[in-house]
């Protein structure tokens, strides 16, 4: 589906379990391939992610619709920092 | 492999490869579903020549297989501009 870029930012993002992860804040490109390659989240889970940073940036291949809101796969680890949940 | 950010490519200038400025960037239509970016949707310049890019409406678009160069400028290429897949 076609989509412009601008339609995702502040699009919320869930896990397909239904876990909200964050808020899009910005898009990454990779100018050479003429891709996206990732999302940067603002506004995270602090369950999922503590650590102090500001938003984290999630690989474009985890995601697995974008509609009214962001699915992404649902990861038991996400990063090296994670609480159980 | 670089990367940029797409707030980053906002505003920025395109440049064909004689040199003229064709416009800036005022967005991007991706295909959600691989990722990929499909067209940049250019505020054309008053003063930029059409050539033999899409319009839609007031903006331009721009297929990213024509795109050469993206630095501080955003090169293309019009000989390169192949039409874009179609919309799903």
Do not use: C
């Not at chain 1, 808020?23 to 999302?39: Q, T």
């Not at chain 2, 400028?73 to 000989?79: A, F, G, Q, R, S």
């Amino acid at each position: 589906m076609r989509a412009e870029i601008t339609s995702l930012m502040g699009l919320e993002v869930y896990t397909q379990q239904g876990v909200f992860v964050g808020r899009v804040d910005d898009a990454l490109l990779d100018p050479e391939k003429g891709v996206l390659s990732g999302l940067a989240l603002g506004s995270i889970n602090r369950d999922l992610f503590n650590q102090k940073s500001r938003g984290v940036i999630i690989p474009y291949r985890w995601i697995m619709a974008i509609g009214d809101i962001v699915l992404m796969r649902h990861l038991k680890k996400h990063g090296k920092d994670t609480k159980r949940k | 492999m670089y990367s940029i950010f797409a707030s980053e490519l906002a505003g920025k200038e395109i440049v064909n490869v004689s040199g003229t400025v064709l416009g800036e960037v005022e967005n991007m239509i991706f295909d959600t579903k691989t990722g990929a970016v499909l067209d940049l949707v250019i505020k054309p310049d008053p003063e930029a020549p059409r050539g033999r890019f899409r319009t839609e409406g007031k903006f331009m678009l721009i297929p990213f297989a024509a795109v050469m160069a993206v630095k501080d400028y955003i090169v293309v290429d019009e000989n390169r501009s192949v039409p874009a897949p179609p919309a799903e």
